[in-house]
Nanobody
Framework: QVQLVESGGGLVQPGGFLRLSCTAS????????MSWYRQAPGKERELVAS????????SYAGSVKGRFTISRDNAKNTVYLQMNSLKPEDTAVYYC?????????WGQGTQVTVSS
């Protein structure tokens, strides 16, 4: 079955960096666009970044543009989110997601906490 497994979250100081990974299985990863979302306590889940199936195009939320980079390795069935210059407001659970014709599939999420 379809599985998305995120990893790489943790506690980091402001100004620090983390790289999140999302490893996929159960579908032809190279055929699908992938996205990262995040949800902070008491807030709605928001789109952070997206990448097309061939990496030909990426897009970012305004709040992370210039600090975060989404990428993928189709040979490893993995999508990444490189997060630099982290701020306390980046604290959230980060999820990867893909969309099929039958609906969206989400990972279980990984916690990112930015605090001194």
């Amino acid at each position: 079955q379809v599985q998305l497994v995120e990893s790489g979250g943790g506690l980091v100081q402001p100004g620090g960096f983390l790289r999140l990974s999302c490893t996929a299985s159960g579908f032809t990863f190279s055929s699908y666009a992938m996205s990262w979302y995040r949800q902070a306590p008491g807030k709605e889940r928001e789109l952070v970044a997206s990448i097309t199936s061939t990496s030909s195009s990426t897009s970012y939320a305004g709040s992370v543009k210039g600090r975060f980079t989404i990428s993928r390795d189709n040979a490893k069935n993995t999508v990444y989110l490189q997060m630099n210059s982290l701020k306390p407001e980046d604290t959230a659970v980060y999820y990867c997601k893909t969309r099929f014709s039958v609906g969206d599939y989400w990972g279980q999420g990984t916690q990112v906490t930015v605090s001194s």
